[in-house]
């Protein structure tokens, strides 16, 4: 699985954009990027993932770069229950096959949202 | 659905015990695993299982043994614990094969080994 690299924390206002970066320069064309967060003591919850393609769901947005070699998920009003460790993890589809169920997780990035 | 479920919770143990952390999901997922989080790191893998009496070992899988004789539970067991197994462990599942993307975690079981 390819490596990431996020900056170790970062802080947002409270109903503003936070936007979290990640690269990812030695993505495989079979990667998929995905993003996770961790709650304070809680199990990770997943965000998002995707391809190449811009994705959007209720809880994020992730933007991919043309090259692939990094992207950044959105929290597009930010909320303080949004405080949480962000992981961005790259990895093949999931399937037995691929091993690529297993999750390889970097440090993360510590995301405050401050009233 | 309940999803994923751990026990216990929290558990202290003295150096050379033994004991099994509990893992099930009533989702009918095929893959399971168990990761470990020490104090300001990210997860690393213990063990995993892609089906039931299927399983193989992850990044850090000393001290510890699975078995998956059923596709609901997939119990850890520390065969003599050591405080260097001082930790939160978290157990997941997820579907199998193409298409699938998310991993469920369960809450956690916070071990001290004293």
């Not at chain 1, 995905?34 to 769901?57: A, D, V």
């Not at chain 2, 997860?43 to 699975?66: K, M």
């Given at each position: 699985?390819?490596?990431?690299?996020?900056?170790?924390?970062?802080?947002?206002?409270?109903?503003?954009?936070?936007?979290?970066?990640?690269?990812?320069?030695?993505?495989?064309?079979?990667?998929?990027?995905?993003?996770?967060?961790?709650?304070?003591?809680?199990?990770?919850?997943?965000?998002?993932h995707?391809?190449?393609?811009?994705?959007?769901?209720?809880?994020?947005?992730?933007?991919?770069?043309e090259?692939?070699?990094?992207?950044?998920?959105i929290?597009?009003?930010?909320?303080?229950?949004?405080?949480?460790?962000?992981?961005?993890?790259?990895?093949?589809?999931?399937?037995?096959?691929?091993?690529?169920?297993?999750?390889?997780?970097?440090?993360?990035?510590?995301?405050?949202?401050?009233? | 659905?309940?999803?994923?479920?751990?026990?216990?919770?929290?558990q202290v143990?003295?150096?050379?015990q033994?004991?099994?952390?509990?893992?099930?999901?009533?989702?009918?997922?095929?893959?399971?695993?168990?990761?470990?989080?020490?104090?300001?790191?990210?997860?690393?893998?213990?063990?995993?299982?892609?089906?039931?009496?299927?399983?193989?070992?992850?990044?850090?899988?000393n001290?510890?043994?699975?078995?998956?004789?059923?596709?609901?539970?997939?119990?850890?067991?520390?065969?003599?614990?050591?405080?260097?197994?001082?930790?939160?462990?978290?157990?997941?599942?997820?579907?199998?094969?193409?298409?699938?993307y998310?991993q469920?975690?369960?809450?956690?079981?916070?071990?001290?080994?004293t």
């Amino acid at each position: 699985d390819a490596k990431t690299t996020q900056p170790t924390s970062m802080d947002c206002a409270e109903g503003r954009a936070a936007n979290l970066p990640c690269n990812h320069s030695t993505i495989s064309g079979n990667e998929y990027v995905y993003w996770y967060r961790q709650i304070h003591s809680q199990g990770p919850q997943y965000i998002i993932h995707g391809l190449k393609n811009n994705e959007t769901n209720e809880m994020a947005s992730l933007i991919i770069t043309e090259d692939r070699k990094s992207s950044t998920l959105i929290l597009p009003h930010a909320t303080l229950r949004d405080t949480a460790v962000y992981y961005c993890i790259v990895r093949v589809e999931g399937g037995i096959e691929t091993s690529g169920s297993r999750l390889t997780f970097g440090e993360g990035t510590q995301l405050t949202v401050n009233p | 659905n309940a999803g994923v479920t751990q026990t216990p919770k929290f558990q202290v143990l003295k150096t050379g015990q033994s004991m099994t952390l509990q893992c099930a999901q009533d989702m009918n997922h095929e893959y399971m695993s168990w990761y470990r989080q020490d104090p300001g790191m990210g997860l690393r893998l213990i063990h995993y299982s892609v089906g039931a009496g299927i399983t193989d070992q992850g990044e850090v899988p000393n001290g510890y043994n699975v078995s998956r004789s059923t596709t609901e539970d997939f119990p850890l067991r520390l065969l003599s614990a050591a405080p260097s197994q001082t930790s939160v462990y978290f157990c997941a599942s997820s579907s199998a094969g193409v298409g699938t993307y998310e991993q469920y975690f369960g809450p956690g079981t916070r071990l001290t080994v004293t």
